[in-house]
Nanobody
Framework: QVQLVESGGGLVQAGGSLRLSCAAS????????MGWVRQPPGKEREFVAS????????YYADSVKGRFTISRDNAKNTVHLQMNHLKPEDTAVYYC??????????????WGQGTQVTVSS
């Protein structure tokens, strides 16, 4: 059974930082795009960041570019999202996802359960 398990969400003040982690099990994703998608309150899911299978290419939504950094460790089957200079508008449920058809898509084949990130002003 494939599982993606996120950790690291929480409550932080604006300007603060959080690091999200995602551990995959049940299969390896070392040939797949992995990424993070978020769903703000009352809104649709939106692409945040993704990383190519080898880690050489990264992609970011304009809203997080320069503040968020995605990374992966294929040996550990993990992916991380370092979030700096957080803003209240970053408040959302953040989902780890794997195996996308496009690097800037919010469409993935595998999803985690989500972790809440709340940024207070």
């Amino acid at each position: 059974q494939v599982q993606l398990v996120e950790s690291g969400g929480g409550l932080v003040q604006a300007g603060g930082s959080l690091r999200l982690s995602c551990a995959a099990s049940g299969r390896t994703f070392n040939r797949d795009i992995m990424g993070w998608v978020r769903q703000p309150p009352g809104k649709e899911r939106e692409f945040v960041a993704s990383i190519s299978w080898g880690g050489s290419f990264t992609y970011y939504a304009d809203s997080v570019k320069g503040r968020f950094t995605i990374s992966r460790d294929n040996a550990k089957n993990t992916v991380h999202l370092q979030m700096n200079h957080l803003k209240p508008e970053d408040t959302a449920v953040y989902y780890c996802a794997a195996a996308a058809s496009s690097p800037v898509s919010a469409q993935y084949n595998y999803w985690g359960q989500g972790t809440q990130v709340t940024v207070s002003s």
